[in-house]
């Protein structure tokens, strides 16, 4: 599994740069590449912005320096370069957040080990504006995909309850039965990544959701609508 991780970044970004080896690139402007805050240490107290140097010692640290080092190679071309550091991204329609909601759901839902590493999330519709504000103003270089304000883990799960209008009777999850169940996947959920969102919103990227519980109430209280902020969103660009 970890191979196929690894080889669906780098290998599909060699493809891509093989084949616009072979035609004329001159018209296109920009690469915007996904990548992920998972390359920063974990940590509970640092407060990390772009030019952090230092990679995480896990697998998915690995992935993500490995996965960088191959999108900087598209430098070769007369284009902007820009790779987006992804949070926690918050979505009804996939992703961690439907995980995280279900056991609540079922009145069973509680905090991961302490609860208090942190959590640098964006809501889904923030995320694509960035990958659109970005190519719009041919920016170059890192930017973190994070909100303003990243919360712990204790702060979120008690938020997606308190939309979800569930209680939370449980203690929290010990660790050690977590890596019990996951195995080495359990790191994922203990790690502890608080990211700064600075840079992009120096360059004059404005968030419509910079607050959580604006975010959370958005996205459940609109998944049975036709029209949520995603949808508006597709049927504006795409």
Do not use: C
């Not at 939309?163 to 929290?172: A, E, G, H, M, Y």
């Amino acid at each position: 599994y970890k191979t196929k991780v690894l080889a669906s970044r780098v290998n599909s970004l060699r493809t891509l740069r093989l084949a616009m080896e072979k035609i004329d690139s001159n018209k296109i402007t920009s690469f915007v590449s996904a990548s992920a805050i998972g390359i920063y240490p974990s940590s509970f107290t640092n407060y990390y912005l772009e030019d952090e140097v230092k990679v995480d010692d896990s697998f998915l640290g690995k992935v993500v320096q490995v996965w960088e080092n191959e999108v900087d190679t598209f430098k070769k071309f007369d284009l902007n370069v820009t790779k987006i550091r992804i949070g926690l991204v918050l979505s009804t329609n996939g992703g961690a957040l439907l995980e995280m909601a279900k056991p609540i759901k079922k009145y069973v839902g509680a905090s991961f080990g302490s609860g208090e590493q942190w959590q640098s999330w964006i809501h889904i519709t923030d995320l694509a504006r960035i990958f659109m504000f970005t190519v719009e103003n041919n920016l170059q270089g890192v930017y973190n995909g994070v909100a303003s304000n990243p919360v712990t883990n204790y702060k979120l799960i008690r938020e997606i309850a308190h939309v979800l209008k569930k209680p939370l009777f449980l203690p929290n999850i010990p660790k050690f039965l977590m890596k019990l169940i996951l195995g080495e996947m359990s790191y994922l959920l203990f790690a502890s990544q608080r990211v700064s969102n600075k840079k992009i919103e120096e360059m004059g990227f404005v968030f419509d959701y910079p607050n959580v519980l604006m975010a959370l109430e958005n996205l459940f209280t609109n998944n049975n609508s036709k029209n949520t902020s995603e949808e508006a969103y597709h049927k504006k660009f795409i």
